[in-house]
């Protein structure tokens, strides 16, 4: 949008990072509240995973960007998005595929509401102390 509307991008400029916010929260808020019930009945072994995949991926980010010379910036980039998979598209797989198991859909709900609240820990972390 910002090769094709520059002016009008400029002008959103400064709204857009609480925009953003505002449409992640709704986002987690929904994938939380139509697997409320799932949620509150899972095991400690699915947040445990889900927390194991989530910083074993940061780590392999950071390993992949810094083995491919890559500056600070990028390696932060790397590990945030190679943490940040597409988790919707898990629960939307798991829903999709396994109709009849109403608990295959918690990992990949868990997962998106994790990876968001960590996500933005991790940025703010980086962004004070690494770059």
Request: charged residues 10%; hydrophobic residues 50%.
């Amino acid at each position: 949008m910002n090769y094709k509307f520059a002016g009008f991008c400029e002008k959103l400029k400064d709204y857009l990072p609480t925009i953003s916010a505002i449409v992640i929260c709704l986002i987690v808020a929904g994938v939380i509240g139509s697997n409320k019930q799932a949620i509150m009945t899972s095991s400690v072994t699915i947040f445990v995973v889900i927390l194991l995949q989530y910083f074993m991926a940061i780590g392999l980010g950071f390993t992949v960007g810094l083995l491919s010379g890559m500056g600070k910036k990028q390696i932060v980039t790397i590990a945030i998005e190679i943490a940040s998979q597409n988790s919707g598209l898990s629960s939307g797989l798991a829903k999709t595929h396994f109709p009849s198991l109403a608990s295959a859909t918690v990992p990949g709900a868990l997962y998106s509401m994790w990876q968001n609240f960590a996500g933005a820990i991790l940025a703010y972390v980086f962004k004070k102390y690494y770059i």
